[in-house]
């Protein structure tokens, strides 16, 4: 049986992913969609911070796929779309 690799995120990308489904005003199962990870892990993020604030996500920083400019990108993109879209009707 294949094992899976263990998926490891910046603590930036924590962050941002907590930032976004605060202030974006959409469900945390859509921000978890867009940023493909699974909605339990946004939960344990928030709880985290939650209950440890500056000591949660104490991890050495490596770096991974997805840069916070990345989701950034990504995120402007879809609500571009989502204005170009509104504005034909």
Same mark, same amino acid.
């Given at each position: $049986?294949?094992?899976?690799? @263990?998926?490891?995120?910046? +603590?930036?990308? @924590?962050?941002?992913? /907590? ?8 469900? /945390? +199962? ?6 493909? /990870?699974?909605?339990? $892990? ?12 500056? @000591? ?5 920083? @490596? ?21 170009? +879209?509104?504005? +034909?009707?």
């Amino acid at each position: $049986m294949e094992r899976r690799s @263990k998926k490891k995120y910046t +603590t930036e990308f @924590k962050l941002e992913a /907590i930032r976004l489904s605060n202030e974006s005003g959409k469900p /945390i +199962t859509q921000v978890a969609r867009d940023l493909n /990870i699974p909605p339990y $892990m946004l939960y344990r993020w928030r709880d985290d911070l939650h209950r440890q604030g500056s @000591k949660a996500f104490p991890g050495k920083g @490596k770096k991974t796929n997805v840069s916070s400019e990345k989701l950034e990108l990504e995120r402007l993109r879809r609500e571009n779309k989502r204005l170009r +879209t509104s504005e +034909t009707y």
